[in-house]
């Protein structure tokens, strides 16, 4: 069987790096907001271009923490509307609702799968405060004219990078395009620690120390709580593997760039909608390779008898999920299209050619 992913494979090839500094964090006797963890921070900065980064849990924590830092210092506030596509994982709406702001859906550009940036400016309201982008499945969601929207009506742009780091729009990485980004490290990430870790990376100061003191209960000084925060820190353990695969980042996912690029320039299924390739090749990371197809349960069974795991990202859209029952009945066509037909192949730096080839030959078959 050819796996989705295999992470044992993936972190092998590092294994002796790894396996060095996580002796050096044991022997350390300091696992949590120490060395490494300003390591990382400063790396992971340096990589995308912006000012500041705060390492944190997990990628939904960063987001959280992004629009809860925006409350705090006065330029949200409940009830506030947060611009976002409707078929986005529910991450990115879970941040939204948990910081008791109203989540606008808006549906996105079937041939993209990102956010119709066309649709935006029909959605703007007295209460909106922000756009919430979500770079998916690797791909660069970005133009100028979002740049003069967000400006003219004094918006806020949260990038959603949770799965494009090292994706670049005109020279510039995303997480560094809007005003600020969440990360997630999950290990199934182009980049992934061998646990739960996140980031923000921003170029506002005020922005950036509100999020480090959110993110330790809410304080800068030890006992003295400014904030009614919460315990969201990167340990140390977890930055110092990242630290060492970050060095390996733009090797990973150039080998992504090119098994897609051999995906696509060889696909000849007609039954089968595969992804197209942006304008310029770093705008996109392929952090998932999906195809679309009328029955997805169909190909994917298909796929497993053939000796191929295929997943389905994601199933059931935000709106049509039970955790959402307010928004059961909104209708948004395109998102429950994608979410119906859209299929994940197995696509990481470490398939051997011969299972591309592999992969290829079955899919053109079906």
Request: overall charge neutral; some cysteine.
């Amino acid at each position: 069987m050819i796996k989705f992913l295999d992470l044992k494979k993936i972190n092998a090839q590092y294994a002796t790096e790894l396996s060095q500094v996580a002796k050096e964090v044991i022997d350390s006797g300091w696992y949590l907001l120490g060395e490494r963890v300003k390591t990382f921070e400063n790396d992971l900065a340096r990589y995308i271009g912006a000012s500041n980064a705060i390492g944190v849990a997990n990628g939904l924590d960063a987001l959280r923490l992004i629009l809860k830092a925006y409350k705090e210092i006065g330029l949200m506030k409940d009830g506030d509307e947060i611009i976002v596509p409707a078929n986005t994982y529910i991450a990115s709406i879970l941040a939204i609702t948990d910081n008791s702001l109203i989540p606008v859906l808006v549906e996105p550009d079937v041939v993209t799968f990102n956010l119709d940036l066309n649709q935006i400016e029909k959605h703007i309201g007295p209460r909106t405060k922000g756009i919430m982008l979500v770079h998916l499945y690797g791909r660069v969601c970005w133009s100028p004219k979002l740049t003069q929207l967000a400006k003219k009506n004094n918006l806020k742009i949260i990038e959603d990078n949770a799965q494009a780091i090292g994706a670049e729009y005109n020279g510039i990485k995303t997480g560094n395009l809007g005003d600020a980004a969440g990360f997630s490290f999950y290990p199934g990430k182009n980049l992934g620690a061998l646990g739960d870790a996140g980031a923000v990376t921003t170029n506002d100061d005020l922005l950036a120390k509100t999020i480090r003191a959110l993110a330790n209960y809410g304080s800068s000084i030890k006992y003295k709580n400014d904030y009614k925060g919460l315990n969201s820190r990167l340990d140390e353990m977890q930055a110092a593997f990242l630290s060492v695969k970050l060095k390996y980042l733009d090797k990973e996912n150039s080998i992504r760039r090119r098994m897609s690029q051999y995906l696509i320039t060889n696909f000849s299924n007609p039954n089968i909608i595969f992804p197209m390739n942006p304008k310029e090749e770093k705008e996109h990371v392929w952090h998932l390779f999906v195809i679309r197809t009328e029955n997805s349960d169909n190909l994917q069974k298909y796929l497993s008898n053939n000796g191929i795991q295929a997943l389905i990202h994601y199933p059931i859209p935000p709106h049509k999920q039970i955790a959402y029952k307010e928004y059961n009945n909104l209708n948004f066509p395109i998102t429950e299209k994608i979410h119906k037909e859209v299929l994940s192949l197995p696509l990481s730096s470490i398939l051997e050619n011969f299972e591309v080839d592999y992969i290829l030959s079955v899919i053109n078959k079906y």
